[in-house]
């Protein structure tokens, strides 16, 4: 049974055009974090919210930006996605300071 | 920069045979935690070790942390071609904020 659900698995976007990844869990989870991994390179941390509290890194574009509408769902959004945001996006839940649930990711490729 | 640089970055095994990968870091940790991605999917936790602790068992698993040379191991025994998979180290310096190493690529072959 999945727990954190990404969807959709498959995004194609032009240059450019916005686009919106989403994350859904049914843990009932505190905390949610995007993470960012290019082709065999580290997950990286772009955001994470604890509770309603946002927290950007430093190093994460302003391109970038994230909303947390409800505990359940957490949304990426991309403004304007250039050819060097093409990625796996990662989601992950924790209870606290807990471990990481991870989900399967959202392919995002920009043409 | 990334806090873990794992080594090696590929590893190509024999059914049965047992993998060893290392990751080190650079600052002080909480704790250290292994993932493993299989291709194209989310990454699994696997095992977290905390800076109190030197070695910790699961299953197939063995991790060791040694804070005074900030490395730790990863051993897998007995390996099976469904372990074919990227492991990570991750650490966690505060607030569960997760730091990646560059991960190794493990093959286990049939």
């Known amino acids: 049974d999945a727990m954190v659900i990404q969807n959709p698995r498959y995004q194609v976007t032009q240059f450019g055009k916005p686009v919106t990844l989403s994350c859904s869990q049914t843990l009932n989870h505190n905390v949610m974090y995007w993470y960012q991994q290019k082709s065999s390179q580290a997950p990286k941390l772009l955001f994470h919210y604890y509770d309603k509290d946002f927290n950007n890194e430093a190093d994460t574009p302003d391109n970038f930006q994230s909303r947390r509408p409800n505990t359940s769902f957490c949304f990426l959004d991309i403004r304007s996605p250039g050819l060097g945001d093409a990625a796996m996006y990662l989601c992950?839940?924790?209870?606290?300071?807990?471990?990481?649930?991870f989900g399967a990711g959202t392919r995002l490729s920009v043409l | 920069s990334q806090q873990g640089e794992e080594d090696p970055q590929a590893l190509s095994i024999q059914e049965g045979e047992n993998a060893t990968m290392n990751c080190s870091y650079k600052t002080s940790i909480n704790n250290l935690q292994w993932y493993r991605q299989n291709s194209g999917r989310g990454l699994v936790h696997l095992i977290l070790i905390r800076s109190n602790e030197r070695e910790k068992h699961s299953g197939r698993l063995r991790v060791t942390l040694d804070t005074s040379k900030k490395s730790s191991s990863l051993l897998i025994t007995a390996s099976r071609a469904a372990d074919t998979a990227s492991y990570f180290c991750?650490?966690?310096?505060?607030?569960?904020?997760?730091?990646f190493g560059g991960g190794t690529r493990v093959l286990v072959k049939p």
């Open positions: 991750a650490t966690d310096a505060a607030g569960n904020k997760l730091t």
């Open positions: 992950a839940t924790s209870r606290d300071e807990d471990i990481q649930y």
